[in-house]
């Protein structure tokens, strides 16, 4: 089994990006998706992260291990996983590489998106997403074909409570507070490769391709 981390900030263009990998067949695991997926099912667990995930704060570190530790159950040998969102503090780094030797895997890259807070203010206040199928689209630089309605399914399109420019400056925050130090984690273990995350989406993706896609 392998797996890639995508590293970077809110908005920095990390599920964007996971759509080219998952035509080469990694598995994408978002863990924002993951918890949102508990939130529309008004689970316990869904219930307690929405409160913490409006206010653009973490979900504690033993609920996020949680939700991926049962991925390693069917990490069967070839398997690809792609990263996405996690991990986002050094314990959940640390546990990832404990998972990962559990079953004689290997983490291959940790693909990190830059790009500057002012270019991330503009793209996750101009996000929206497909209420059904969960495209994202953005109203100027990804702009759906007809006004608030998905291109896949016709679905209304939506824009994330997270999203609030107030909370998206929060996000930030705690990006540069407890999960930037992965940087210097993952470079110690020679596998970070920068990716300028500011360029267009098919040249992000073009360059992310180069590196893990082939
Ligand atoms: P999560 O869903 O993971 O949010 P995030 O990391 O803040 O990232 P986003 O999904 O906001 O952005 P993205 O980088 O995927 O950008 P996108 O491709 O959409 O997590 C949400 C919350 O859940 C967290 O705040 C936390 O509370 C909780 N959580 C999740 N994981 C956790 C964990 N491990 N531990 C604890 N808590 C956790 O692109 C953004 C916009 O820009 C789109 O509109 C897109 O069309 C546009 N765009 C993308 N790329 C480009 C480009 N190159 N040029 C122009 N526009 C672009």
Redesign the pocket.
């Known amino acids: 089994m392998t797996a890639i981390v995508l590293l970077?900030?809110?908005?920095?263009?990390?599920?964007?990006?996971a759509e080219i990998l998952v035509e080469q067949g990694f598995e994408h695991v978002?863990?924002?998706?993951l918890?949102?997926e508990q939130i529309r099912l008004k689970t316990k667990l869904g219930l307690e992260?929405a409160q913490?995930?409006e206010k653009?704060?973490?979900?504690?570190?033993g609920v996020?291990v949680g939700m991926i530790h049962s991925l390693f159950d069917r990490a069967e040998k070839g398997k690809k996983f792609l990263f996405?969102?996690?991990?986002?503090?050094l314990a959940?780094a640390i546990k990832l590489d404990e998972l990962i030797a559990a079953v004689g895997g290997t983490l291959s890259d940790v693909i990190l998106?830059e790009c500057e807070d002012e270019v991330i203010i503009k793209?996750?206040s101009?996000?929206?997403t497909c209420e059904k199928c969960g495209t994202?689209?953005?109203i100027t630089?990804?702009a759906p074909a007809s006004g608030d309605v998905c291109d896949v399914d016709g679905g209304r399109l939506k824009q994330?409570s997270?999203?609030a420019v107030d909370t998206i400056q929060k996000?930030l925050d705690?990006y540069a507070e407890r999960t930037a130090p992965l940087i210097g984690y993952y470079r110690d273990k020679g596998l970070v490769h920068v990716v300028d995350?500011?360029?267009?989406?098919a040249?992000?993706r073009a360059a992310v391709f180069e590196r893990v896609g082939k």
């Open positions: 970077g900030p809110p908005g920095a263009g990390k599920g964007t990006v978002s863990t924002g998706e918890l949102r992260a913490l995930i653009g704060l973490l979900v504690p570190d996020v996405d969102g996690f991990p986002r503090t959940q998106l793209r996750l101009g996000r929206r994202v689209y953005h630089y990804n994330r997270d999203d996000r705690i995350a500011t360029l267009s989406i040249e992000v």
